[in-house]
């Protein structure tokens, strides 16, 4: 499968925002002895997206070139 055409940034970026907002909902559920099903998707499909990313970008990511990956995707977002 041929994954040149796409963004990894961009899908890299969803992915670690769902993750922000996921993390809390997991935490609320806990401690409101609620079982965390939506929190648990949000989970899986960030994790999903995360990966993806990493394994679609040729080189690859390191965590040094993560924040330059966001704030490429935030600057093309707002340009």
Do not use: Q, W
């Amino acid at each position: 499968m041929d994954l040149a055409g796409l963004d990894t940034d961009l899908i890299l970026t969803i992915g670690l925002v769902i993750a922000i907002f996921a993390i809390p909902a997991v935490i609320s559920a806990f401690s409101d002895h609620r079982p965390p099903r939506a929190a648990a998707v949000a989970v899986l499909m960030a994790g999903g997206l995360i990966v993806f990313a990493f394994y679609a970008k040729p080189d690859g990511y390191t965590i040094e070139r993560i924040p330059d990956a966001v704030a490429r995707t935030v600057a093309r977002v707002f340009n």
